[in-house]
């Protein structure tokens, strides 16, 4: 060990030779800079022993560091009670909570973590200055946050009365004492740490001085410090077992998105490789949740939620979302909250919530008060799932708080609070995918059932809340003969193929690896295995940052302009409704479909484009892109609102023209296949319905709406071709 008296020349050493010109940068910082940064690697490079020294016993050597640092500066002229700050400590003194044991509470340690909660900021008096009534000053330092250490007498031989605190009263002279402002935050394991199952572990950390203050819920930290204990308390007493408290020493944020995804060389040509194939989209949507049968356009449109559009900084200063989000509308036992699971998994930074969720903070966010009168904020599952994926499910039964914090999380992309003492904006730049189950059991067919309303209004969601998705599918639980056999077919396939879970936990059996899953279960079709997959995604998001080209902006701004006309513009209530579904004119219910078509939904076909665009890995966002945009876009509105639903309600033009392309479409491949014996291509489909004026983008978004709902099928071996099931 370093003798306590050498600690000063040491630090004098390396402060001078090493850091002269940071010092001198920092002299004329301060006050606003209160602490000194300075990286552990650079101590250590300069002298090992010492820096190892340092972190066995932080609190004397950094007490030594404060005091040179204080000289230092006084020789630039500065008077100033500088701290130093080591930072970057080396990872084998860095710690997930689960790991910290008693063995870690003196030495110097680093934890990373997300941060859960925070309190209002508050001052705490760290020397404290106690005057008897005989008007002695007793000067005690205040080493325990938890309570205040007291004189026990005022000491005769320094010049007290000698009364006990007993026969006398002190009281806090203010001016003659030091304070801090001290905040305590709430650190939580980082989510893609915990496995499945397990819950997060949490710790109480103290941040004093100018670095209270600063943290939001939701910020991913690298806490530098060292632990302490504190008695618990059982009935007013203290008890023999302890909690840890952390309190900080200096601290590195980590928002950096995808930083903890690396990519190999190897991987990168792999990457680029796939990037550049033929059959890239049917390859990226088989590897979405290969056990989940059909629903290609959902699954599709999962992959384009995964690489997200590019979020932009407007010259106004006012933001653009990038991210996608999805609502999955469906009747129970359709496989939305497998699909759910699925990505909480492939997604980087997947996060799983329920809208039920038991925890106070909700989805949102929540503050509360202490007994004390002190403010806590506590982060929801969206801040903590910032700049990744939150899977939501059973949406619709969110709390009420919630609903009303949702727009702003969803739209702006944070949530701010401001509760008497605290301020505080949570940043929540996920993607967000939904769930919701119909508020009757079941969706109700208005074939069925001509008093229905329309789909979106058998969910317990509002209007402005469905406009903030990018795509709401419907999922329907309708009985087809061929279909039911071949999703029977495929799902007791897989329970007959999977590995019991009993024996993998016994250690007798292995459980899959990703290349298991890469094997192709499904038709023995190729997958990308999902850790490759999530590379993938980090790859294109970290470099391929995408914008429109003049020609996919016009076929966008075209076809919004055309929807927007051909639905028929403003009904009564002013509302714009589109598609002709005005729903129930019939049965006396005034209303028309929910989801109108607006200029929010410009932004969603933008997103969506660079997406796909960023799936090929192109800077340009291309007629292709903005075609499989509009597609996919077309296939979950037609899907929601269309087609058989113009039975019952009064229908305009558009729906019903839609129903004669799909039956035309239809129709043209069963004579095909029947003539030819051969499964039809999208080409001569394109061409003969050109002569029946119907646009390649329409014959595109019928054929995956059919595909989707079964009545067509194209062999995985080539998805440009169709035959009839
Ligand atoms: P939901 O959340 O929609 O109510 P679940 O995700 O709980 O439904 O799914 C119920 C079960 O049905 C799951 O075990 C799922 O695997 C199965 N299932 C339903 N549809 C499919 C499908 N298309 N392919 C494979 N499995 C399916
Ligand atoms: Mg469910």
Same mark, same amino acid.
């Given at each position: 060990?370093?003798?306590?008296?050498?600690?000063?020349?040491?630090?004098?050493?390396?402060?001078?030779?090493?850091?002269?010109?940071?010092?001198?940068?920092?002299?004329?910082?301060?006050?606003?800079?209160?602490?000194?940064?300075?990286?552990?690697?650079? &101590?250590?490079?300069?002298?090992?022993?010492?820096?190892?020294?340092?972190?066995?016993?932080?609190?004397?050597?950094?007490?030594?560091?404060?005091?040179?640092?204080?000289?230092?500066?006084?020789?630039?002229?500065?008077?100033?009670?500088?701290?130093?700050?080591?930072?970057?400590?080396?990872?084998?003194?860095?710690?997930?909570?689960?790991?910290?044991?008693?063995?870690?509470?003196?030495?110097?340690?680093?934890?990373? =973590?997300?941060?859960?909660?925070?309190?209002?900021?508050?001052?705490?008096?760290?020397?404290?200055?106690?005057?008897?009534?005989?008007?002695?000053?007793?000067?005690?330092?205040?080493?325990?946050? !938890?309570?205040?250490?007291?004189?026990?007498?005022?000491?005769?031989?320094? =010049?007290?009365?000698?009364?006990?605190?007993?026969?006398?009263?002190?009281?806090?002279?203010?001016?003659?004492?030091?304070?801090?402002?001290?905040?305590?935050?709430?650190?939580?394991?980082?989510?893609?740490?915990?496995?499945?199952?397990? !819950?997060?572990?949490?710790?109480?950390?103290?941040?004093? =001085?100018?670095?209270?203050?600063?943290?939001?819920?939701?910020?991913?930290?690298?806490?530098?410090?060292?632990?302490?204990?504190?008695?618990?308390?059982?009935?007013?007493?203290?008890?023999?077992?302890?909690?840890?408290?952390?309190?900080?020493?200096?601290?590195?944020?980590?928002?950096?998105?995808?930083?903890?995804?690396?990519?190999?060389?190897?991987?990168?040509?792999?990457?680029?490789?796939?990037?550049?194939?033929?059959?890239?989209?049917?390859?990226?949507?088989?590897?979405?949740?290969?056990?989940?049968?059909?629903?290609?356009?959902?699954?599709?449109?999962?992959?384009?939620? &995964?690489?997200?559009?590019?979020?932009?900084?407007?010259?106004?200063?006012?933001?653009?979302?990038?991210?996608?989000?999805?609502?999955?509308?469906?009747?129970?036992?359709?496989?939305?909250?497998?699909?759910?699971?699925?990505?909480?998994?492939?997604?980087?930074?997947?996060?799983?919530?329920?809208?039920? !969720?038991?925890?106070?903070?909700?989805?949102?966010?929540?503050?509360?008060?202490?007994?004390?009168?002190?403010?806590?904020?506590?982060?929801?599952?969206?801040?903590?799932?910032?700049?990744?994926?939150?899977?939501?499910?059973?949406?619709?039964?969110?709390?009420?708080?919630?609903?009303?914090?949702?727009?702003?999380?969803?739209?702006?992309?944070?949530?701010?609070?401001?509760?008497?003492?605290?301020?505080?904006?949570?940043?929540?730049?996920?993607?967000?995918?939904?769930?919701?189950?119909?508020?009757?059991?079941?969706?109700?067919?208005?074939?069925?059932?001509?008093?229905?309303?329309?789909?979106?209004?058998?969910?317990?969601?509002?209007?402005?809340?469905?406009?903030?998705?990018?795509?709401?599918?419907?999922?329907?639980?309708?009985?087809?003969?061929?279909?039911?056999?071949?999703?029977?077919?495929?799902?007791?396939?897989?329970?007959?193929?999977?590995?019991?879970?009993? &024996?993998?936990?016994?250690?007798?059996?292995?459980?899959?690896?990703?290349?298991?899953?890469?094997? =192709?279960?499904?038709?023995?079709?190729?997958?990308?295995?999902?850790?490759?997959?999530?590379?993938?995604?980090?790859?294109?998001?970290?470099?391929?940052?995408?914008?429109?080209?003049?020609?996919?902006?016009?076929?966008?701004?075209?076809?919004?302009?055309?929807?927007?006309?051909?639905?028929?513009?403003?009904?009564?209530?002013?509302?714009?409704?589109?598609?002709?579904?005005?729903?129930?004119?019939?049965?006396?219910?005034?209303?028309?479909?929910?989801?109108?078509?607006?200029?929010?939904?410009?932004?969603?076909?933008?997103?969506?484009?660079?997406?796909?665009?960023?799936?090929?890995?192109?800077?340009?966002?291309?007629?292709?892109?903005?075609?499989?945009?509009?597609?996919?876009?077309?296939?979950?509105?037609?899907?929601?609102?269309?087609?058989?639903?113009?039975?019952?309600?009064?229908?305009?033009?558009?729906?019903?023209?839609?129903?004669?392309?799909?039956?035309?479409?239809?129709?043209?491949?069963?004579?095909?296949?029947?003539?030819?014996?051969?499964?039809?291509?999208?080409? !001569?489909?394109?061409?003969?319905?050109?002569?029946?004026?119907?646009?390649?983008?329409?014959?595109?978004?019928? &054929?995956?709406?059919?595909?989707?709902?079964?009545?067509?099928?194209?062999?995985?071996?080539?998805?440009?071709?169709?035959?009839?099931?």
């Amino acid at each position: 060990m370093v003798l306590q008296f050498d600690m000063g020349a040491r630090w004098r050493g390396f402060l001078e030779e090493v850091c002269h010109e940071s010092i001198a940068t920092f002299s004329l910082l301060w006050p606003e800079e209160q602490g000194l940064e300075v990286r552990y690697g650079d &101590l250590q490079a300069y002298d090992p022993d010492f820096a190892a020294d340092v972190l066995l016993h932080p609190g004397l050597s950094l007490d030594a560091a404060r005091q040179t640092l204080k000289a230092l500066l006084q020789d630039l002229g500065v008077d100033a009670d500088a701290e130093l700050r080591l930072i970057e400590l080396p990872l084998d003194h860095r710690f997930v909570l689960r790991e910290i044991r008693n063995k870690h509470i003196s030495p110097l340690i680093a934890i990373e =973590g997300i941060v859960a909660k925070i309190t209002s900021v508050r001052p705490m008096i760290t020397i404290a200055t106690f005057r008897c009534i005989c008007g002695y000053d007793t000067v005690l330092e205040q080493l325990d946050e !938890s309570k205040m250490t007291t004189p026990l007498m005022c000491e005769i031989h320094e =010049g007290g009365c000698g009364r006990e605190d007993r026969k006398t009263r002190f009281t806090i002279v203010h001016e003659d004492s030091a304070h801090l402002d001290t905040q305590t935050v709430e650190i939580q394991e980082l989510p893609e740490k915990v496995k499945s199952g397990q !819950s997060a572990e949490v710790m109480q950390c103290y941040l004093q =001085g100018d670095m209270a203050g600063v943290l939001s819920p939701g910020n991913r930290v690298v806490l530098n410090g060292r632990l302490f204990r504190r008695a618990q308390r059982k009935g007013g007493r203290d008890t023999p077992i302890f909690d840890l408290i952390f309190k900080c020493h200096s601290f590195e944020r980590k928002n950096i998105p995808l930083e903890e995804v690396t990519i190999s060389d190897e991987e990168k040509e792999m990457i680029v490789n796939y990037s550049k194939r033929e059959d890239l989209e049917s390859l990226l949507v088989n590897s979405i949740a290969p056990s989940i049968f059909g629903h290609y356009a959902i699954k599709r449109s999962l992959v384009l939620q &995964l690489f997200g559009g590019v979020s932009r900084i407007n010259s106004d200063g006012t933001r653009a979302r990038g991210d996608i989000h999805i609502l999955l509308m469906g009747d129970p036992g359709v496989a939305k909250s497998q699909l759910l699971n699925y990505m909480v998994a492939l997604a980087p930074r997947g996060q799983f919530a329920s809208g039920m !969720s038991t925890s106070g903070a909700g989805l949102t966010a929540a503050a509360v008060q202490h007994s004390d009168g002190g403010w806590t904020v506590e982060a929801g599952a969206l801040p903590l799932a910032d700049m990744g994926l939150a899977c939501i499910d059973e949406f619709d039964k969110m709390g009420e708080q919630d609903r009303s914090a949702m727009h702003e999380a969803m739209e702006q992309q944070k949530i701010s609070i401001h509760k008497a003492t605290v301020h505080t904006t949570m940043r929540t730049r996920c993607a967000i995918l939904a769930a919701a189950n119909p508020s009757d059991g079941k969706f109700i067919h208005p074939e069925v059932d001509k008093k229905s309303r329309p789909y979106t209004q058998q969910i317990m969601l509002t209007k402005p809340l469905l406009t903030r998705f990018d795509c709401i599918w419907m999922m329907l639980d309708k009985p087809e003969k061929d279909d039911d056999r071949r999703i029977g077919m495929h799902i007791a396939k897989y329970r007959q193929t999977g590995t019991p879970e009993w &024996l993998i936990d016994e250690g007798i059996a292995p459980a899959p690896t990703s290349e298991d899953v890469a094997k =192709g279960i499904i038709d023995g079709s190729e997958l990308i295995e999902p850790d490759l997959f999530q590379k993938y995604v980090a790859y294109a998001k970290k470099f391929i940052h995408p914008t429109l080209t003049d020609a996919a902006r016009e076929l966008i701004v075209d076809y919004y302009v055309k929807t927007r006309t051909e639905g028929g513009g403003i009904n009564e209530s002013g509302s714009v409704y589109t598609d002709g579904k005005k729903f129930g004119t019939e049965s006396g219910l005034d209303s028309f479909d929910s989801v109108p078509i607006t200029a929010r939904s410009i932004e969603s076909l933008v997103r969506l484009a660079e997406a796909h665009a960023r799936t090929r890995l192109s800077d340009d966002v291309e007629i292709v892109d903005a075609n499989l945009a509009i597609a996919t876009f077309d296939v979950w509105r037609y899907e929601l609102m269309g087609g058989d639903y113009d039975e019952t309600s009064m229908v305009s033009g558009k729906t019903t023209t839609k129903r004669n392309q799909e039956h035309r479409i239809v129709s043209y491949i069963i004579q095909q296949y029947q003539n030819t014996d051969q499964t039809v291509k999208l080409f !001569s489909i394109l061409n003969e319905m050109e002569k029946h004026n119907i646009s390649k983008t329409q014959v595109e978004g019928i &054929l995956d709406s059919l595909c989707n709902g079964g009545t067509l099928f194209r062999p995985l071996s080539n998805r440009n071709e169709y035959q009839p099931t």
